[in-house]
């Protein structure tokens, strides 16, 4: 099945919806979101909502994904982080934009199903990482932008130390049941863009 006419509907609708970023609209209408849902959902892939993937995860609806997109800034030049793979749809977007992405995934399956599709699509500046990424990842630091795409208490002060100077971090924060989209200026303040609902973050400076 052809996807494009899908997609362009879907671009058309994240533009009404408030995306202003063409560079981001431009991502989003490349990248084939129906590969990154299960089969079974293939029809839906492109309507505006989360949908169910293995592991009891989620991948994020196309405005979520868009907004916090829009928010991070991303350069051609910017070596980045991503804080939960899932199905891998957010770092495929962030590779048509950056020099490369490190993205973590606790799940090893998701982690490994992530790391296959994302490298037979071509993105060959991605690399997925199985582990706990809640306190970054340090091997790879420091990192231009980095995304936390799970709930967040708050933006652990390990990820600050991993950001460079003039990073921008972009998290949900908040509780298990609602947090806003929070970007971290490289000035220390903190400023929210809407509420939003996200499946929690695990380990180390996640949620017990
Ligand atoms: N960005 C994903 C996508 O495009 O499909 C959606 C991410 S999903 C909303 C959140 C993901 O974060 C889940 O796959 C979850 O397993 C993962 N996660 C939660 N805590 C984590 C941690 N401490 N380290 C790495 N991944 C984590």
Do not use: W
């Not at 991948?59 to 997109?69: D, H, Y």
């Not at 770092?91 to 993205?103: F, H, I, K, N």
């Not at 709930?151 to 990820?159: F, K, Q, V």
């Amino acid at each position: 099945m052809d996807f494009r006419f899908d997609r362009d509907l879907m671009v058309q609708e994240l533009r009404r919806m408030g995306i202003r970023d063409e560079r981001v609209l431009a991502a989003m209408a490349k990248v084939p979101r129906e590969r990154f849902v299960r089969e079974e959902d293939q029809d839906v892939a492109y309507g505006d909502h989360a949908l169910g993937i293995p592991e009891g995860q989620t991948i994020s609806q196309p405005f979520v994904v868009a907004r916090m997109t829009e928010l991070l800034q991303v350069e051609p030049t910017h070596h980045m982080l991503e804080v939960g793979t899932g199905s891998g749809y957010q770092a495929a977007v962030l590779a048509e934009l950056a020099r490369d992405v490190v993205t973590v995934e606790r799940h090893l399956p998701l982690a490994d199903r992530a790391s296959a599709l994302l490298a037979e699509l071509g993105y060959e500046n991605v690399r997925v990482i199985a582990g706990d990424a809640s306190i970054g990842y340090p091997p790879e630091a420091p990192y231009d932008r980095i995304l936390v795409t799970a709930a967040s208490p708050g933006i652990a002060p390990e990820l600050v130390r991993q950001c460079a100077p003039d990073g921008l971090i972009v998290a949900p924060v908040g509780d298990q049941e609602m947090q806003h989209l929070v970007v971290r200026h490289p000035d220390g303040r903190e400023t929210r863009h809407g509420a939003v609902k996200f499946v929690p973050l695990r380990g180390r400076a996640g949620f017990r």
